[in-house]
C-alpha cells in the first residue's frame, strides 16, 4: 500500500478559509476508483510556521497514484488548491 502525506499552507489562513479547502478536498472521496482512502485533516495547533491541513491518501501502488494524479476530479480540486496555497511539504511511503 502506498501512503502519501501532503502539508499544505494557505494564503489566507482565515479558518473558514481552511475548512472550505478541506472540504474541497473531501470532494474528491468516492470519485477516483483507484483513491483507496483519503483524509483532510485541520491542524488544531495553528501558528505562523505551521501548516494548516495535512492530506493523508492511500492507494494499492505507485502506478494507481499517478493515475490519480492524472484523473480529471483530481485536477480540478489541484487547480483550487493551486489559488490558495501558499507552500505545500510531502511524504510519501510505502507499506
Given at each position: 500500500?502506498?501512503?502519501n502525506n501532503l502539508l499544505l499552507k494557505l494564503k489566507d489562513r482565515d479558518i473558514n478559509n481552511i475548512k472550505q479547502t478541506?472540504?474541497?478536498l473531501l470532494k474528491?472521496?468516492?470519485k477516483i476508483s483507484v483513491l483507496l482512502d483519503i483524509q483532510a485533516e485541520l491542524n488544531i495547533r495553528p501558528n505562523k510556521t505551521?501548516?494548516?491541513i495535512i492530506l493523508i491518501?492511500?492507494?494499492q501502488s505507485l502506478e494507481d497514484m499517478n493515475s490519480y494524479l492524472?484523473?480529471?476530479v483530481h485536477l480540478e480540486v489541484a487547480k483550487f488548491i493551486g489559488s490558495v496555497l501558499d507552500?505545500?511539504?510531502s511524504v510519501c511511503y510505502e507499506l
Open positions: 500500500m502506498i501512503i478541506q472540504n474541497t474528491m472521496k468516492g505551521n501548516y494548516d491518501t492511500k492507494f492524472t484523473h480529471p507552500t505545500q511539504a
